[in-house]
T-cell receptor
């Protein structure tokens, strides 16, 4: 079974600085998809970024980018120029090509200090 | 609808009572998921519905938990004889069939259940 691990329960960053959230996963599949979701205090889960395992190029979405290391099964999220609105719980998630549902990590609570 | 709607937003119930949580997915989304998020924990899969197929109930923690989906749209998660450990946020999500890998899920805002 696939597992997703986020080893940092909490992280903090100063406003305008850069922070990296870690995620590792375990799978025997060769093709799959990885996601980062943001959950602010409103509880509404928001898709931040998505990576296809067959693509070597790291995905980027404005200030958000990933460092995808397929051999190491690592999928970290980098947030540049952190803003107060980035404060939230961040979840890493996995789905195999033939899968029907996402498997989530435990989450990392990010605090942004002014 | 425009988004996934969950009700109630918050629910406080006494231990031993039954509760029903409702989820109204995005129109046209045939896949519907329930997850549980306990304090400080990740998202725990509960149940998955896809169209008229038999649901994947493999995540339901006990026989006190059940869910149904009527007419391929609205879903109700029922917890019987609630216990304090059932206190959590219950999240519902939906997607087009076979499109999760493409676009992930669309989530509702969840129901915070507190059992006292």
């Amino acid at each position: 079974a696939q597992t997703v691990t986020q080893s940092q329960p909490e992280m903090s960053v100063q406003e305008a600085e850069t922070v990296t959230l870690s995620c590792t996963y375990d799978t025997s599949e060769s093709d799959y998809y990885l996601f980062w979701y943001k959950q602010p205090p409103s509880r509404q889960m928001i898709l931040v970024i998505r990576q296809e395992a067959y693509k070597q190029q790291n995905a980027t979405e404005n200030r958000f980018s990933v460092n995808f290391q397929k051999a190491a099964k690592s999928f970290s999220l980098k947030i540049s120029d952190s803003q107060l609105g980035d404060a939230a719980m961040y979840f890493c998630a996995y789905i195999g090509t033939s899968g029907s549902r996402l498997t989530f990590g435990e989450g990392t609570q990010l605090t942004v200090n002014p | 609808g425009a988004g996934v709607s969950q009700s109630p937003s918050n629910k406080v119930t006494e231990k031993g009572k039954d509760v029903e949580l409702r989820c109204d997915p995005i129109s046209g989304h045939t896949a519907l998921y329930w997850y549980r998020q306990s304090l400080g924990q990740g998202l725990e899969f509960l149940i998955y519905f896809q169209g008229n197929s038999a649901p994947d109930k493999s995540g339901l923690p006990s026989d006190r938990f059940s869910a149904e989906r009527t007419g391929g749209s609205v879903s109700t998660l029922t917890i019987q004889r609630t216990q304090q450990e059932d206190s959590a946020v219950y999240l519902c999500a939906s997607s087009f069939f076979g499109q999760v890998a493409v676009g992930g899920y669309t989530f509702g805002s969840g129901t915070r259940l507190t059992v006292v």
